[in-house]
């Protein structure tokens, strides 16, 4: 029986002791001592709903997922070269942090003083005459994130961002087992890449895809990675929402979960309370830079073949139409006489593309494909893709105020060329700008040097471009383009060619500013 000094329970005793309302209120209305004959813990234990472990699913997946540390051949070369990357603590010199701190420790692990003799961050070249790739430099670790096994024989899923910049790979097992990995194949579309480890014989733990018609908004996940390369970590949420479009590709279809993800998660798995993959996490919205519950995971319908061609071949073969597409909005779907603003709309085919061989016309709309019906743009590229080469495949089209069929015969997708136009906002390819000022006046922005050396200072924006729409202010500062630091607007440039090779319409930009950091998608060369 609890009571207080009175002889008398306390309000606060009795609401801890039991949910029930009536309780709090006989005691309010009467005053009249109230003998509680349950412990507080009984209480609890008896009104309290149970509340799920993730324990056993942890236990269970845990050996399956691992770091993965990425290495190059660099040269630590001075603080004022343009073409280094930092590696600081949010601008701060590896003196500030505690020695007990992972970072310090990541560094002195493989026999590097992390600072300079003035205690300044230490710096590494890519481009200097000993860094980058072919570079006489010593292998280096320079990106780290996560991964996990998917067949016993040593294939490892994670993120193609995470190792694109590598020469050599280590995947460390949860037991701190370190073992070498070779590239087998990657997917930038996608954002995905395969990994293999030898282990001479010996079968590791690894984890099943999970069927997405089984995943919905709501149901519990847990993510398992390698934030800020603290190791093996865990953290619960929910899947809140699906199919979602952050404009990093044609592909776009991410899961939305509220599991708290950060740096150095990328490439690892979400997993249901099953234990299988229901995702990889691939990116994060944050004004800060750390986790604030929304993280995006690639889905494992898109993931499971994907990684099966790249295990396969090395490299993913998709179906290629080859018709630049564009969203129906309302008014066109009023102007052409559709009853709703649904399909993809053909901006042109390409001259010899399947697409143009078959007949289609720029104003065609795609509505159906084998009798399904096509819901926006990026439905269609998705479709498209998802099919093999050599496919012929029923498109039923709407043109000059009429359904109209055609049989079309799917070519292969180039490396280098954008998805059957499949972007839904593309427009046609504009001429490649002929110096960095020009893209950059593309974007809207004008840009010089920062006064901290680190980043690009933001010197003057156009009011009617879209990064002004997306809230770029001038006085900010471009600190990295697609997860890459930049120092010059070349550096820019260079990023931006990548991602147009890429098949990608929109850059991710990291915006720093006196209130935090965040990012903002850009279209590249004007293209929504």
Request: aromatic residues 6%.
């Given at each position: 029986?609890?009571?207080?000094?009175?002889?008398?329970?306390?309000?606060?005793?009795?609401?801890?002791?039991?949910?029930?309302?009536?309780?709090?209120?006989?005691?309010?209305?009467?005053?009249?001592?109230?003998?509680?004959?349950?412990?507080?813990?009984?209480?609890?234990?008896v009104?309290?709903?149970?509340?799920?472990?993730?324990?056993?699913?942890?236990?269970?997946?845990?050996?399956?997922?691992?770091?993965?540390?990425?290495?190059?051949?660099?040269?630590?070369?001075?603080?004022?070269?343009?073409?280094?990357?930092s590696?600081?603590?949010?601008?701060?010199?590896?003196?500030?942090?505690?020695?007990?701190?992972?970072?310090?420790?990541?560094?002195?692990?493989?026999?590097?003083?992390?600072?300079?003799?003035?205690?300044?961050?230490?710096?590494?070249?890519q481009?200097?005459?000993?860094?980058?790739?072919?570079?006489?430099?010593?292998?280096?670790?320079?990106?780290?994130?996560s991964?996990?096994?998917?067949?016993?024989?040593?294939?490892?899923?994670?993120?193609n961002?995470?190792?694109?910049?590598?020469?050599?790979?280590?995947?460390?097992?949860?037991?701190?087992?370190?073992?070498?990995?070779?590239?087998?194949?990657?997917?930038?579309?996608?954002?995905?890449?395969?990994?293999?480890?030898?282990?001479?014989?010996?079968?590791?733990?690894?984890?099943?895809?999970?069927?997405?018609?089984?995943?919905?908004?709501?149901?519990?996940?847990?993510?398992?990675?390698?934030?800020?390369?603290?190791?093996?970590?865990?953290?619960?949420?929910?899947?809140?929402?699906?199919?979602?479009?952050?404009?990093?590709?044609?592909?776009?279809?991410?899961?939305?979960?509220?599991?708290?993800?950060?740096?150095?998660?990328?490439g690892?798995?979400?997993?249901?309370?099953?234990?299988?993959?229901?995702?990889?996490?691939?990116?994060?919205?944050?004004?800060?830079?750390?986790?604030?519950?929304?993280?995006?995971?690639?889905?494992?319908?898109?993931?499971?073949?994907?990684?099966?061609?790249?295990?396969?071949?090395?490299?993913?073969?998709?179906?290629?139409?080859?018709?630049?597409?564009?969203?129906?909005?309302?008014d066109?779907?009023?102007?052409?006489?559709?009853?709703?603003?649904?399909?993809?709309?053909?901006?042109?085919?390409?001259?010899?593309?399947?697409?143009?061989?078959?007949?289609?016309?720029?104003?065609?709309?795609?509505?159906?494909?084998?009798?399904?019906?096509?819901?926006?743009a990026?439905?269609?590229?998705?479709?498209?893709?998802?099919?093999?080469?050599g496919?012929?495949?029923?498109?039923?089209?709407?043109?000059?105020?009429?359904?109209?069929?055609?049989?079309?015969?799917?070519?292969?997708?180039?490396?280098?060329?954008k998805?059957?136009?499949?972007?839904?906002?593309?427009?046609?390819?504009?001429?490649?700008?002929?110096?960095?000022?020009?893209?950059?006046?593309?974007?809207?922005?004008?840009?010089?040097?920062?006064?901290?050396?680190?980043?690009?200072?933001?010197?003057?924006?156009?009011?009617?471009?879209?990064a002004?729409?997306?809230g770029?202010k001038?006085?900010?500062?471009i600190?990295?383009?697609?997860?890459?630091?930049?120092?010059?607007?070349?550096?820019?440039?260079?990023?931006l060619?990548?991602?147009?090779?890429?098949?990608?319409?929109?850059?991710?930009?990291?915006?720093?500013?006196?209130?935090?950091?965040?990012?903002?998608?850009?279209?590249?060369?004007?293209?929504?």
């Open positions: 029986m609890l009571k207080n000094f009175n002889g008398r329970p306390s309000l606060a005793t009795v609401l801890k002791a039991s949910t029930v309302a009536g309780i709090a209120a006989a005691v309010l209305a009467t005053g009249v001592p109230l003998e509680i004959t349950r412990s507080y813990a009984e209480a609890v234990k009104q309290a709903p149970a509340v799920p472990s993730f324990a056993n699913v942890v236990d269970a997946v845990s050996p399956a997922v691992v770091s993965v540390r990425v290495e190059n051949r660099v040269n630590p070369v001075s603080d004022n070269n343009n073409d280094g990357f590696f600081d603590f949010n601008g701060r010199g590896f003196d500030d942090l505690p020695d007990d701190h992972p970072l310090k420790r990541f560094f002195k692990q493989f026999g590097q003083d992390p600072n300079d003799q003035q205690g300044h961050s230490r710096r590494f070249g481009n200097g005459p000993n860094g980058g790739p072919g570079g006489k430099g010593r292998l280096r670790p320079v990106a780290q994130g991964g996990f096994f998917i067949s016993e024989d040593g294939y490892i899923v994670t993120n961002h995470v190792v694109s910049d590598g020469q050599a790979f280590v995947a460390v097992t949860n037991d701190g087992t370190e073992l070498d990995a070779k590239l087998i194949g990657k997917d930038p579309r996608t954002d995905l890449a395969v990994l293999k480890v030898d282990g001479k014989g010996k079968k590791f733990t690894y984890v099943n895809w999970a069927d997405d018609n089984n995943v919905r908004v709501g149901d519990w996940v847990v993510a398992v990675g390698n934030p800020f390369g603290l190791g093996g970590t865990v953290t619960a949420g929910i899947v809140s929402a699906r199919g979602r479009d952050i404009g990093s590709g044609p592909y776009d279809d991410y899961l939305q979960v509220d599991a708290a993800v950060n740096r150095g998660n990328s690892g798995p979400t997993f249901n309370l099953s234990g299988e993959v229901v995702g990889i996490n691939t990116a994060i919205f944050s004004p800060s830079g750390g986790s604030v519950g929304i993280a995006f995971a690639i889905p494992a319908s898109t993931a499971k073949d994907v990684v099966a061609d790249l295990m396969k071949d090395g490299q993913v073969s998709r179906g290629w139409l080859g018709v630049q597409i564009q969203p129906v909005t309302k066109i779907a009023e102007s052409i006489g559709l009853s709703e603003p649904s399909g993809a709309l053909v901006v042109a085919p390409q001259a010899g593309s399947p697409g143009d061989k078959a007949g289609m016309k720029a104003g065609d709309v795609v509505t159906a494909l084998n009798g399904e019906t096509i819901k926006d990026r439905d269609l590229s998705r479709r498209i893709g998802a099919m093999q080469p496919s012929k495949v029923e498109l039923s089209v709407w043109r000059a105020g009429k359904a109209q069929p055609l049989t079309v015969e799917l070519g292969t997708l180039p490396i280098d060329q998805d059957a136009s499949a972007d839904d906002n593309s427009q046609p390819q504009q001429p490649e700008a002929p110096a960095s000022e020009k893209a950059l006046a593309d974007l809207g922005l004008t840009v010089g040097p920062s006064d901290d050396g680190k980043g690009l200072a933001i010197t003057d924006i156009d009011p009617n471009s879209d002004a729409d997306k770029i001038e006085g900010e500062k600190t990295s383009v697609n997860n890459q630091e930049v120092s010059s607007a070349d550096d820019i440039v260079k990023v060619n990548q991602a147009k090779k890429d098949g990608r319409t929109r850059a991710l930009f990291q915006i720093q500013s006196s209130e935090g950091s965040r990012f903002v998608a850009l279209p590249i060369n004007g293209q929504g």
